[in-house]
């Protein structure tokens, strides 16, 4: 999760402009002034850039930055479990 994390606070520092010494593990977006729309947008970044499958209900200005991040890495991590005699791996 640490170049998701590392990604991400880049991310709200340079789109976001929020300045470096507020952002935090535990600071909410909502700390970090990001508005509901903001916190949309980021959402919408972070698919566009990860390529991940967010849930966008589930986007508020509660989460903390590493929830967010967590969000994120649970979408990139494979699959766990048995892999079908085929060798699809679904």
Excluded: C, I
């Excluded at 990604?7 to 402009?17: D, G, I, Q």
């Excluded at 589930?58 to 929830?67: G, I, M, N, R, Y």
Aim: aromatic content about 4%; overall charge negative; hydrophobic content about 40%.
């Amino acid at each position: 999760m640490n170049h998701v994390y590392d990604r991400l606070v880049n991310l709200l520092h340079n789109k976001f402009e929020v300045p470096a010494d507020r952002l935090g593990p535990t600071a909410t977006l909502g700390e970090l002034d990001l508005d509901s729309l903001a916190v949309v947008e980021l959402y919408v970044t972070l698919q566009e850039e990860w390529g991940v499958a967010l849930d966008d209900s589930a986007a508020s200005a509660e989460l903390t930055v590493a929830e967010v991040a967590h969000s994120v890495s649970e979408q990139l991590e494979p699959p766990t479990g048995p892999v079908p005699h085929d060798g699809s791996g679904r």
